[in-house]
């Protein structure tokens, strides 16, 4: 059970976030996940900070934003990206300067940006995680970072995610279905279950941080979150469980051109749930998506 969640130290009225992006690539025999995110955000101030938390003990790097990155497990395939084969065409650059010229809606479906929104693309300085130990060295509940953002208006925000381990173990059961979590799911999980693993004297630090995301006057919700999941020969492919339900997500109208084994799904609800395995399991298999209403309606 693993994704993003997001908060706003100054209170969510600080942020709008229109669009989550996180492309994941799975190494089953290496053990290991990496994740490329991208976050489309608009700042209401001029000095501003947005935090993140990822489950478990996760390294994070900051990531030039334009041009969009390629994944880590992209680099030296031919191909300009699966981020440029979606969004790219969504902004313009002019002299040195990024505006939006389009968004995808909810629904998937293109529309028009209001002409002049410039896009910031300057890489924001990352807070070091107090509580996180060293990588590698064992489980923590989870890792915090927070974000020092200057100048008010949109920004187009880029990190490397990546997670090994007794972190990628408590994740991804081996032989075990495994989830990918709207934020709503993970906070409760990260509440009840891991919590619960520490004694009381090593839950008070840890209570105190997540709350800053537990709070509903500084949580963060996107207008939809999408899930990229890349396959050979990026990364081990994994399918949707045909043994269980997914709730809340559905596989995208718009799928990346000219890749055969990537899969883009979408969602506005942060309560989705994503089980996936390991795609040699399920060849033969139907797997069973099943959309929750609020998707049903964004989806016409």
């Known amino acids: 059970m693993h994704c993003m969640v997001l908060s706003a130290p100054g209170g969510s009225g600080m942020w709008t976030v229109k669009r989550s992006v996180e492309v994941l690539a799975y190494h089953l ?55 440029q084969s979606i969004y790219g065409s969504f902004f313009r650059e002019y002299n040195g300067r990024l505006s939006r010229s389009a968004e995808l809606c909810p629904s998937d479906e293109e529309v028009g ?68 979590d709207g934020p709503e799911r993970l906070l409760s999980r990260i509440e009840h279950d891991d919590m619960s693993r520490l004694t009381q004297a090593e839950r008070k630090p840890w209570i105190a941080e997540l709350r800053e995301f537990a709070a509903l006057e500084r949580r963060l919700s996107c207008a939809s979150y999408d899930l990229v999941i890349l396959g050979r020969p990026f990364a081990d492919d994994v399918a949707v469980a045909a043994t269980h339900c997914a709730t809340g997500v559905y596989p995208a109208p718009r799928q990346p051109q000219g890749y055969q084994n990537v899969q883009r799904f979408l969602t506005t609800n942060p309560f989705f749930t994503l089980p996936l395995t390991d795609a040699r399991a399920t060849r033969d298999k139907p797997a069973v998506v099943v959309p929750s209403s609020d998707v049903a309606i964004a989806s016409g």
């Open 29 to 83: 025999k290496e053990r290991r996940v990496s994740i490329l995110f991208l976050l489309l955000a608009e700042s209401f101030e001029e000095k501003n900070a947005l935090s993140i938390l990822h489950r478990g003990n996760v390294t994070c790097k900051v990531l030039p934003s334009w041009p969009l990155p390629l994944h880590p497990d992209e680099h030296g395939h031919p191909s300009k990206g699966v981020l």
């Open 113 to 180: 940006a209001s002409a002049g929104e410039a896009v910031c693309t300057q890489p924001p300085s990352l807070q070091t995680p107090i509580l996180a130990q060293a990588e590698g060295t064992g489980w923590i509940p989870f890792t915090k970072w927070t974000l020092a953002i200057e100048n008010k208006g949109w920004h187009l925000l880029a990190f490397h995610f990546s997670f090994n381990g007794e972190t990628y173990d408590r994740l991804l059961p081996r032989h075990e279905v495994f989830t990918v």
